[in-house]
């Protein structure tokens, strides 16, 4: 079973700071990885996705890697807005399943401060 | 971009009521998938359908069916509300192969 941890729990940062998020997953056997974001009380926003292929993944200020060999992935957020305050979720595949399910880590609650 | 819809955002519903949450999606996707949400634990998978009238359990499937009579409608059946049910529930969909997931806005429910 795959098991997906981040790292770190808790981020508070001052606007304008350049963040980096760790996801580790325990089986490199993925196809993918995707990157999402919860605000509170509401579903899940998908931000980025990563195929296996690829190392890295950009979309405006975020840009997420993947090292498949590692069993890692980082959300890189450059220069913070207030508006980016919420928990950002990495998830990745069942093992080589395409029909299946996602295994998600804790997720990591960013708060950035004016 | 692919619409999911949750058709309740909030829910208050009574022990030993049977509760329906409803979600469809816009796009033609095969895979949908039945999560929910609580503090201290994540997200667990209760359910999820690969193809109309297919259905699989996920993780937590004890106290709740599903149904799926159509492509876009994937349905979760609380059969006798209970309050541990309270809880935040996400449905989600996906295309088959290799491509993301598309989550609802979620139904919080809460069980008196």
């Known amino acids: 079973k795959q098991e997906v941890t981040q790292i770190p729990a808790a981020l508070s940062v001052p606007e304008g700071e350049n963040l980096v998020l760790n996801c580790s997953f325990t089986?490199?056997?993925?196809?993918?990885l995707q990157w999402f974001r919860q605000d509170p009380g509401k579903g899940l926003t998908s931000l980025l996705l990563?195929?296996?292929?690829?190392r890295e993944q950009t979309s405006g200020r975020l840009n997420a890697s993947l090292d498949k060999s590692s069993g890692r992935s980082t959300l890189y957020i450059a220069a913070s807005q207030p508006g980016d305050s919420a928990t950002y979720l990495c998830a990745v595949p069942d093992r080589g399943s395409t029909l299946g399910r996602l295994y998600f880590g804790r997720g990591t609650q960013l708060t950035v401060w004016p | 971009d692919v619409k999911v819809t949750q058709s309740s955002r909030y829910l208050v519903k009574r022990t030993g009521e049977k509760v329906f949450l409803e979600c469809v999606q816009d796009?033609?996707?095969?895979?949908m998938f039945w999560y929910r949400q609580d503090p201290g634990l994540g997200l667990r998978l209760i359910y999820f359908s690969y193809d109309v009238k297919m259905k699989e359990k996920g993780d937590i499937p004890e106290g709740y069916s599903v149904s799926r009579e159509k492509k876009e409608r994937f349905s979760l059946i609380l059969e006798s509300a209970s309050t541990n049910q309270t809880s935040m529930y996400l449905c989600?969909?996906?295309?088959?192969?290799?491509?993301?997931?598309?989550f609802g806005s979620g139904t919080r429910l809460t069980v008196v």
């Open positions: 989600a969909s996906r295309k088959s192969g290799v491509y993301g997931y598309t």
């Open positions: 990563i195929q296996s292929s690829q």
């Open positions: 089986d490199s056997a993925i196809y993918n």
């Open positions: 796009m033609d996707h095969e895979n």
